[in-house]
């Protein structure tokens, strides 16, 4: 996409390219931002979980 080329009018480029090309990137950007958030979210997700396990095998180790 960086290297993205558009077509030459009379007067400069097309404006309904250009519209659709940035249709496309907007809605590639939304998904990867969808993505971010499942991402972040399983992040926290697993990190709750870890400090849980180690509190339960402090604890654990605690009673021994």
Same mark, same amino acid.
């Given at each position: 996409? *960086? %290297?993205?080329?558009?077509?030459?009018? *009379?007067?400069?480029?097309?404006?309904? %390219?250009?519209?659709?090309?940035?249709?496309?990137?907007?809605? %590639?950007?939304?998904?990867?931002?969808?993505?971010?958030?499942?991402?972040? %979210?399983?992040?926290?997700?697993?990190?709750? &979980?870890? *400090?849980?396990?180690?509190? &339960?095998?402090?604890?654990?180790?605690?009673?021994?």
């Amino acid at each position: 996409m *960086r %290297e993205r080329c558009f077509n030459q009018r *009379r007067h400069g480029l097309d404006p309904v %390219e250009i519209r659709a090309f940035l249709h496309r990137v907007a809605d %590639e950007l939304a998904v990867a931002q969808t993505a971010l958030v499942a991402v972040q %979210e399983e992040n926290v997700r697993i990190k709750n &979980a870890l *400090r849980t396990w180690q509190s &339960a095998q402090s604890a654990n180790r605690r009673y021994r």
